[in-house]
């Protein structure tokens, strides 16, 4: 699946859309460069759940949890992992099998530890803005998917 997105709010309403076809547990892993979006897309996904405070990218603390209406949500940013065992510090695992939301910033920097994500959003810069594609990685992935409309 394939959108053109335009600017930032568009970016955030596909996140919230992404949210909503996520009622579960999912690992969500998203790729792109610098500045593409996806603390953007994370920000609308928490929002459209509940989320009411700050929602800035834990470039340096590597997760931030949120836990909102019994269920919790953790926001990793990776882009500064230097060692897989810090990420095993975390209790990435732990968060992965609780049944918890897990989005993923720069999963690159963990290759090998991760497992596949459930749905992997990628996204590139184009002149008009930015191309989001999703796709799914597992068959949880493959019917969240199927209930997802944007
Ligand atoms: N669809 C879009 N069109 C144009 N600008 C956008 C779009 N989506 C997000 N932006 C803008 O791009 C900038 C970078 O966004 P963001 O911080 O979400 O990127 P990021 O991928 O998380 O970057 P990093 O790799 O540094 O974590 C922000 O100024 C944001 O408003
Ligand atoms: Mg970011």
Known sequence: MNYSLDDSAAMEACGGALAAACPAAVMIQLHG??????????????RAV???????SPTYTLVEPYAVAGRQFYHFDLYRLEDPEALEMLGFRDYLDAGSVCLIEWPEQAAGLLPAA???VRIEVTPQGRRVNLAAGTDNGVSLLKSFKF
Not at 50 to 56: D, E, N
């Open 118 to 120: 459930d749905i992997d």
């Open 33 to 46: 460069p610098l500045g593409a979006g996806k603390t953007t897309l994370v920000r609308g996904f928490l």
């Open 50 to 56: 509940g989320v009411t405070g700050a929602i800035k």
